[in-house]
């Protein structure tokens, strides 16, 4: 088992950058495919980035690709998503999972894991 909490999260203008970070417990960090979802008032959660166990393999959504970076740091249970470029439909909470295998990383259902989300907010 895993808990997950998010950090990193603000106010930011269009063009502007954050960095989120989420810090995992547990000694099996690294048997963990880590990934970030975002939700908008009134929509569904949504896919955006994934990582593997090693951070070898990463996955992103279209909307975010070229704009956001995934990584993490095994040694200290650490998952990263630096944002760049952030446009206002960026605007979203922001949440942390992480699921064993990597099947279909996009789905939310996959995940068992979650942190309770940080708050992303970008101005026109």
């Known amino acids: 088992q895993v808990q997950l909490v998010e950090s990193g999260g603000g106010l930011v203008q269009a063009g502007g950058s954050l960095r989120l970070s989420c810090a995992a417990s547990g000694r099996t960090f690294s048997s963990y495919v880590m990934a970030w979802f975002r939700q908008a008032p009134g929509k569904e959660r949504e896919f955006v980035a994934a990582i593997s166990w090693s951070g070898r393999n990463t996955y992103y959504s279209d909307s975010v690709k070229g704009r956001f970076t995934i990584s993490r740091d095994n040694a200290r249970n650490m998952v990263y998503l630096q944002m760049n470029s952030l446009k206002p439909e960026d605007t979203a909470v922001y949440y942390c999972?992480?699921?064993?295998?990597?099947?279909?990383?996009?789905?939310?259902?996959?995940?068992?894991?979650w942190g309770q989300g940080t708050q992303v907010t970008v101005s026109s």
């Open positions: 999972a992480a699921r064993g295998s990597l099947n279909d990383v996009t789905t939310t259902s996959g995940y068992p894991y």
